[in-house]
């Protein structure tokens, strides 16, 4: 199908998942995420308000640049790895990141 995206996650245990995702229905990295049943904290629920879905990404793709509410809350987060850091709720599943390769970043565990 030409609207499913696979979506590559590292969970904090090393652990990798291969995840399919909508391309039509609007939904961020995060949500995927937590429809495939992978841990995720997302306390906010996608507002960039918290970095509880801070994830590192680990592949080269060309992402939507960081808003000003990304940059802050990664900012304020303590456990980042600065380089490839990015909230996964203000990441739009699109046919760009087929193939993401992502890993989950600490502050993401739901057991914190």
């Known amino acids: 199908m030409d609207d499913i995206i696979t979506i590559y996650v590292t969970d904090l245990h090393g652990d990798r998942h291969e995840i399919q995702a909508p ?23 996608g507002m960039a308000m918290c970095a509880t879905c801070n994830v590192i990404i680990k592949s080269d793709h060309e992402l939507p640049e960081m808003s000003e509410s990304e940059e802050d809350m990664l900012d304020e987060a303590f456990v980042l790895e600065v380089e490839g850091s990015r909230l996964s709720c203000q990441i739009p599943v699109s046919a ?6 992502l890993s989950m970043a600490p502050l993401s565990n739901p057991e914190d």
């Open 96 to 101: 760009e990141i087929d193939g993401l390769e």
């Open 23 to 45: 391309t039509d229905m609007g939904l961020n990295v995060m949500e995927a995420i937590k429809a495939n049943n992978l841990p995720v904290k997302a306390t906010c629920g």
